[in-house]
């Protein structure tokens, strides 16, 4: 369940960064779509990698690293 949640987070977080894009491309330069679609991807970001830390924490992702 752990998994699939940062693996959707991670697509949410791809297509922000595209809408960004297209903002940024397509929009003029008074609109605050492009800030928004950031602000959102940062967002995303931030608990993607609030997931990934509990997980470890909680022992739901384990690291087999040699190191």
Same mark, same amino acid.
């Given at each position: 369940?752990?998994?699939?949640?940062i693996?959707?987070?991670? @697509?949410?977080?791809v297509?922000? %960064?595209?809408?960004?894009?297209f903002? *940024?491309?397509?929009?003029?330069?008074h /609109?605050?779509? $492009?800030?928004?679609a @950031?602000t959102v991807?940062?967002? %995303?970001?931030v608990?993607?990698?609030? *997931?990934?830390?509990?997980?470890?924490? /909680?022992?739901? $992702?384990?690291s087999?690293?040699p190191?």
């Amino acid at each position: 369940m752990l998994k699939a949640a940062i693996v959707l987070m991670l @697509l949410a977080t791809v297509a922000s %960064l595209f809408s960004g894009l297209f903002f *940024l491309v397509k929009d003029d330069a008074h /609109s605050k779509r $492009l800030v928004h679609a @950031l602000t959102v991807r940062v967002g %995303l970001a931030v608990i993607t990698l609030a *997931l990934i830390t509990w997980g470890f924490f /909680s022992g739901q $992702l384990v690291s087999s690293a040699p190191w």
